[in-house]
């Protein structure tokens, strides 16, 4: 069992930052990935960026390559999405979720998945 807990959503004005966190606990693999998956109101659950555990490969959706960054910090157990020029179209929930394996960009792959944190992008 894989537990995961977001943290850092919230209110941001559009060209503003944030910072989500993921921490996990249980039984973490070293070969596993950890993914940021969000849904807008209305619209389907799409992938952000899924990091393996290691930092060794990290995959983005096209649309979000250069704004957001992944990355781990495996002495805290915790993932990290890092989000640059918020625009109003990136409100959305914001989950993370673990696999065995790599990367990929399927949700139903994920077995484990964190509550979901609010981001609102005010214009």
């Known amino acids: 069992q894989v537990q995961l807990v977001e943290s850092g959503g919230g209110l941001v004005q559009a060209g503003g930052s944030l910072r989500l966190s993921c921490a996990a606990s249980?039984?973490?693999?070293?070969?596993?990935?950890v993914a940021w998956f969000r849904q807008a109101p209305g619209k389907e659950r799409e992938l952000v960026a899924s990091?393996?555990?290691?930092?060794?490969?990290?995959i983005y959706a096209d649309s979000m390559q250069g704004r957001f960054t992944i990355s781990r910090d495996n002495a805290k157990n915790t993932v990290y999405l890092q989000m640059y020029s918020l625009k109003p179209q990136d409100t959305a929930v914001y989950s993370c979720?673990?696999?065995?394996?790599?990367?990929?960009?399927?949700?139903?792959?994920?077995?484990?998945w964190g509550q979901g944190t609010q981001v609102t992008v005010s214009s």
């Open positions: 249980g039984r973490t693999l070293s070969s596993a990935a």
């Open positions: 979720a673990y696999r065995s394996g790599g990367p990929n960009t399927r949700g139903y792959t994920y077995a484990y």
């Open positions: 990091i393996t555990w290691t930092g060794s490969s990290t």
